[in-house]
Each structure stands twice: as structure tokens, then as C-alpha cells.
């Protein structure tokens, strides 16, 4: 028989310093969301690079304001408990946006027009039934989903939480602003 001078219980906690160390900042994952939405789910942008350079004012103006968009309302649902849910949100309807803007051909230089309702940039609801939009929906919404909720977050006190959320939210909004600004100068 042998000594023990430790009982362990086997219970690990997710706030032992390396763990805290490894998880991925909430800020960071405001950024990398916001950034997925913005460059990888922005059709616009993927024509402007696929045209060689056509539209290519527009389609940076609307990867701006979608990325400020997503950051923006991340930021405000930054929250330890409502983050994740939240950027699931903002993952799938910045797909089904895709979707809509690919099937029905929306031009970019379309988004600075007041009259523009957000109903039109949508999917109608036969190309939900064809292979783009649910594709899109899949590879630009689900699989960043599936990692998402796989991905462990850093924890921060409330005041730190609250002090990156702000400083997320009013970055965000400039970027946004800057987007809409860079449209309307293009239309």
C-alpha cells in the first residue's frame, strides 16, 4: 500500500490557467464571425474577384457593411451565454442571404437604393427547393456553425465582458457606417 499525499478527484475545471490561456477571446470571435459573413458569404464580393475587378468599389462597401453588420450585433450579443446563439443567427442568415443575392442576381450598386426592401435580398421560396441555396446554406452556414459550438471561449469578468462589447460595438458600427458610406459614393 502507498501513501498518498493528494486525493484527486478527477474534476477538471475550465478555469485552470492553461485552458484559459487556449480558449479563443470573445472578441476574436466576434471578428472571425463577422469576417466569415462578410468576406466568405458576400456574393458580391466573390463577382467583383471573379469579373476581374468589375464592381469592385460596391463589392467592398457591401463586405464592409455586412462584416459591421454581423460585428455590430455580435458585439451586442457578446454575452457568455447568448454569443453563441446569436452568431449561429448571424451565420445562417448571412447564408440565406447569399443564397438569395446568387439565385436572383442582385447587384451590389442595388444595396444604396433607399427603396430597397430587405425581403428582396431573400431567397424566394421556390430556390429553396433547387441545389444553390440549400449548398450555401450548408457550406457557408452550417459547417461554421458545427465549429462554432465546438469552440471554447475564453470567460471574462462582466466588467471585461462589458468593456469588449462596447469597444466591439462602436468599432463594428464605424465599419458599417464606412460601408454604407463607400455605397452610396459608388451609386
Request: hydrophobic letters at 55%; glycine letters at 10%; a positive charge.
Amino acid at each position: 500500500m502507498s501513501l498518498k499525499l493528494f486525493r484527486s478527484t478527477g474534476y477538471h475545471s475550465i478555469l485552470t490557467p492553461g485552458e484559459a490561456r487556449l480558449a479563443l477571446h470573445p472578441g476574436w470571435a466576434v471578428t472571425i464571425v463577422a469576417g466569415w459573413v462578410g468576406l466568405a458569404s458576400n456574393v458580391w464580393f466573390w463577382q467583383a474577384l471573379a469579373t476581374g475587378g468589375q464592381d469592385a468599389l460596391p463589392a467592398a462597401g457591401s463586405a464592409l457593411a455586412l462584416s459591421g453588420a454581423a460585428g455590430s450585433a455580435l458585439s451586442l450579443f457578446g454575452w457568455r451565454r447568448t454569443f453563441k446563439l446569436a452568431a449561429t443567427g448571424v451565420l445562417l442568415f448571412g447564408a440565406l442571404l447569399a443564397g438569395g443575392v446568387l439565385t436572383q442576381d442582385i447587384p451590389a450598386r442595388q444595396l444604396a437604393d433607399p427603396a430597397l426592401r430587405l425581403s428582396t435580398l431573400l431567397p424566394t421560396w421556390a430556390s429553396l427547393f433547387r441545389w444553390q441555396v440549400p449548398t450555401l446554406l450548408v457550406l457557408l452556414g452550417g459547417i461554421p456553425v458545427i465549429y462554432l459550438w465546438n469552440v471554447q471561449l475564453r470567460r471574462l469578468a462582466g466588467s471585461e465582458q462589458f468593456r469588449t462589447n462596447l469597444a466591439g460595438l462602436v468599432t463594428w458600427a464605424l465599419v458599417f457606417a464606412c460601408g454604407f458610406a463607400v455605397l452610396y459614393a459608388t451609386a
